[in-house]
């Protein structure tokens, strides 16, 4: 898939709206009762950066930014600012946020993942896109340095150790991160609406699966 890893103007995507989407299938069947199901095992996400464009010179960075993408045919970064880390908005990041393996004594690898948890449901999303330098790692509590003790691949999100974690010792990391998405449309059309400010009354950008 064609994609580059760069991201889109953060302070554009700053007051963007959107966010996660799920297909579900609902069948009602004659005696009233419902079966659900759904073809996704991860949700997609959507947004539109419209709303964010303040200035003139913010509508041309967005269509520098849309040309330079030839539209929809080349994927981006995008920063959600209402789910960017993997610790609570409010905290700062640790590393201890999200266990991403435990250790088996040989294993030197592992994907990045966020879990959201609500009562005795949860559900793991994949996370492919880390931010470069924020990613921290932790093995039974203790800290690893980067570069020194494990090196992380910003384009998937993958983690390699240099040295495999004992068995049942638990690897945990914390890290920013982006959305793989791409422009929803081959058109963005903007109005001037006076002098000192411009109009994009709708950017939409919607989630790549990678």
């Known amino acids: 898939m064609s994609f580059h890893e760069v991201r889109f103007p953060a302070n554009l995507s700053l007051g963007a709206i ?3 989407e799920r297909r579900t299938e609902v069948v009602t069947l004659a005696n009233g009762f419902e079966e659900r199901n759904t073809p996704w095992a991860h949700s997609r996400r959507r ?15 967005l269509v520098t930014f849309f040309e330079a993408r030839q539209g929809q045919l080349f994927g981006f970064r995008w920063k959600d600012w209402g789910d960017y880390k993997s610790s ?39 996370i492919k896109k ?6 921290l790692v932790s093995v039974d509590g203790a800290d690893l340095q980067d570069g ?7 384009a998937s999100g993958v983690v390699t150790l240099t040295q495999p974690p004992g068995p049942g010792l638990t690897v945990r990391a914390g890290f920013e991160f982006d959305v793989p998405v791409r422009f929803d449309s ?3 059309a903007t109005a001037i609406a006076n002098f000192q400010a411009g109009q994009a009354p709708s950017v939409p950008v919607v989630e790549v699966r990678l």
Do not use: W
């Open 47 to 61: 947004y539109d950066a419209g709303m964010a464009l303040r200035s003139l010179d913010d509508v041309e960075d």
């Open 88 to 126: 609570r908005p409010s905290q700062n990041v640790s590393s201890a946020d999200q266990i991403i393996m435990t250790g088996d004594g040989v294993t030197l690898t592992a994907q990045l993942s966020k879990t959201y948890a609500s009562g005795p449901q949860s559900y793991q999303r994949i």
């Open 186 to 188: 081959d058109r963005i």
């Open 18 to 20: 959107g966010g996660p």
């Open 130 to 135: 880390p931010v470069a330098g924020s990613v």
């Open 148 to 154: 020194l003790d494990f090196t992380v691949d910003t």
